[in-house]
């Protein structure tokens, strides 16, 4: 069983092989939850029967040997808070801990059902904090409700002191304050010129640990908590990707678990409205040469050439059909918006899940198209 932090992936990509697509909302981050697990069997219970009764004998064979061994990790796939999306195929087991709630879901098809991934992933649902000080820092992992410290490691760049040891340009060093402050005072022939040096030479450090060891490892964005002056060298020297523009501009120093939690969940929820409307007006502007509003033929055939770079999808539509290999669209039983999904994202498009009340009037599917 293998957990996955980054989407899309590419053990996701396949379109010729069964997936179980199991999606749980969780409640806990201790084993305590109970009915997260009652709930968790009972979709993999309900699993067993789906796929004896559609599947041929010898693969469904393999894929109840898979749902057996998923049940045997029920206490590690439930304990979190926020959601879980679990793939079953014949050959694996993959998971991912979610920083949203989604609605109960169980399917058995060809290619894994994406829209607890794409709902999660689509804006910064899930995040890092890290607080930084001109000579410590603290690391926070947070979501839309919550947010926990992250213990480092010893050997984790926590302070200067342990990040630039005899590379630190300063002197007498014996002088700074035990609390890490903004204003820790340096020996006395550490001169103004040299502690910028030594901030410097750190926050590049800190930036080189955070990205390989966080952000880029889990594919989630940053969010810089520091006063204006270190924010503003920080962001200088970073090579960082996964760094937001926007940022908490006060003071790290001796903040409490509460205070970080507060202060990360709000400025999280400005950025994630600053990035749906980002989407929408980037929809808005688009000309019609160029986009595509519910028209099921026209959708199917630019999924299938790869030529669709952007989808938003009413979270609230259902459609009858699948894309055929000519890549038309064909009313049949199935889920004609999950194969469209997952055409655009193997495509290397991006797929936007939104509220109804979010999207434009009379409008299910819109598809802005490549240039």
Not at 43 to 60: F, G, I, S, T
Not at 101 to 123: D, F, G, R
Not at 247 to 258: D, P
């Amino acid at each position: 069983m293998i957990k996955l932090n980054a989407f899309p992936t590419i053990e996701l990509e396949k379109d010729d092989q069964i997936f179980i697509t199991i999606a749980l909302e969780l409640h806990s981050t201790s084993v305590s939850s109970d009915q997260d697990k009652i709930q968790l069997n009972n979709l993999l219970d309900d699993a067993k029967k789906r796929v004896k009764e559609e599947l041929d004998k010898d693969l469904a064979k393999k894929l109840l040997l898979q749902i057996d061994e998923a049940r045997k990790h029920d206490i590690e796939l439930i304990t979190y808070r926020g959601g879980l999306a679990l793939y079953i195929t014949q050959d694996e087991i993959y998971y991912y801990h979610l920083g949203i709630p989604v609605s109960n879901l169980l399917n058995v098809s060809k290619a894994p059902n994406l829209t607890p991934l794409i709902e999660n992933y689509q804006y910064s649902n899930q995040y890092f904090v890290l607080v930084l000080n001109r000579e410590n820092i603290r690391l926070f992992e947070g979501d839309t409700t919550s947010v926990k410290e992250i213990s480092l490691d010893d050997d984790a760049p926590k302070t200067l002191e342990i990040a630039l040891g005899t590379e630190k340009t300063g002197g007498n060093s014996a002088n700074v304050s035990a609390g890490g402050g903004e204003s820790a005072l340096h020996g006395h022939t550490e001169t103004s010129k040299e502690k910028e040096i030594d901030r410097e030479n750190y926050f590049r450090v800190v930036d080189k640990f955070i990205h390989e060891n966080y952000t880029a490892a889990r594919d989630l964005p940053l969010i810089l908590f520091a006063l204006v002056d270190n924010q503003a060298v920080f962001r200088k020297i970073s090579k960082s990707k996964y760094l937001l523009p926007e940022g908490i501009e006060e003071s790290g120093a001796n903040v409490n678990l509460n205070q970080v939690q507060d202060k990360a969940i709000k400025k999280n929820a400005e950025i994630i409205a600053k990035q749906k409307e980002v989407v929408f007006s980037r929809f808005r502007e688009t000309t019609t040469k160029y986009r595509i509003d519910n028209q099921l033929n026209d959708l199917a055939m630019s999924a299938t050439e790869g030529r669709i770079d952007e989808l938003i999808v009413n979270k609230g539509y259902r459609q009858r059909g699948i894309i055929t290999d000519q890549g038309e669209y064909e009313e049949v039983d199935h889920d004609f918006v999950k194969r469209l999904i997952t055409k655009v994202i193997a495509a290397k498009g991006k797929v936007f899940i939104v509220d109804q009340d979010e999207m434009p009037v009379g409008i299910n599917l819109s598809a802005r198209l490549r240039y």
